[in-house]
């Protein structure tokens, strides 16, 4: 029987072979690139359908609307992911408040840019997409991947974590309580632009959305080679995802 890791391992290859073949006939544009991760996020649409091991059995995801704590730390994406992202938020904002949200993610960016990931959960601040006013995504439904198919099983170890805030809450207690369920998708998606002489890398958001405010046609002058986030990699993420 095949173990977990055979499985993803498995997935990936399948889904990376499927991306591949989609960008060979269809080329890659905003579009091809857009309606794949349209693709992956449909996946993640209906979390009340996933169920979480825990010592008790199989449990639904204790996520839910004016739970954020999982906000608090680094929150990484690829090339594509922050364009997507970049799009959605462009074409949901009008001029106002388009131009507030920027000020807000430049100034977050002013923080947190080139830490690791375990200092932000220890110091913050959240991430500046968070509407802390109503305790939720205010970019839902532009969200990155590994933010759509992260679960929790348990709402009070993830209090518990946010309030001791000193340890990375993947490595808390003996028993596992947040999961992430993005990994196989997201290299799927690299494995397919690699085909194409393109890698990805891991990027920090606050970071990727600045990057692409800061550079005219940010998403052409990037699928003709240019390195448009060179400032943008995530620390501790090195090389490319495949």
């Given at each position: ?87 959605h938020i462009e074409r949901t904002r ?18 947190t840019s080139g830490q690791p990931g ?125």
């Amino acid at each position: 029987m095949q173990d977990v890791s055979d499985k993803k391992s498995a997935a990936t290859q399948a889904e990376g072979a499927f991306a591949a073949a989609y960008f060979a006939r269809f080329g890659v544009s905003r579009q091809t690139i857009f309606e794949l991760i349209d693709r992956y996020a449909a996946l993640y649409r209906d979390m009340g359908a996933v169920k979480l091991p825990t010592a008790a059995g199989a449990v639904p995801a204790a996520c839910s609307k004016g739970c954020w704590y999982c906000c608090h730390t680094i929150i990484v994406l690829t090339a594509p992911e922050a364009f997507y992202l970049a799009d959605h938020i462009e074409r949901t904002r009008d001029a106002e408040g388009l131009a507030a949200l920027k000020e807000k993610v430049r100034a977050a960016d002013t923080v947190t840019s080139g830490q690791p990931g375990d200092v932000r959960w220890g110091k913050g601040p959240p991430c500046p997409l968070l509407d802390t006013k109503e305790g939720a995504c205010s970019v839902y439904e532009g969200r990155p991947l590994a933010c759509r198919g992260a679960f929790s099983s348990s709402l009070p170890a993830c209090k518990k974590a946010y309030a001791e805030r000193a340890t990375n809450p993947r490595s808390l207690g003996a028993e596992p309580f947040i999961f992430q369920n993005s990994d196989v998708v997201i290299r799927a998606l690299a494995l397919g632009l690699k085909s194409t002489g393109r890698s990805l890398y891991r990027l920090e958001l606050n970071a990727a959305l600045v990057s692409i405010w800061s550079t005219p046609n940010a998403f052409e002058a990037w699928l003709a080679g240019a390195d448009v986030f060179q400032n943008a990699r995530a620390k501790g993420f090195d090389g490319p995802l495949v």
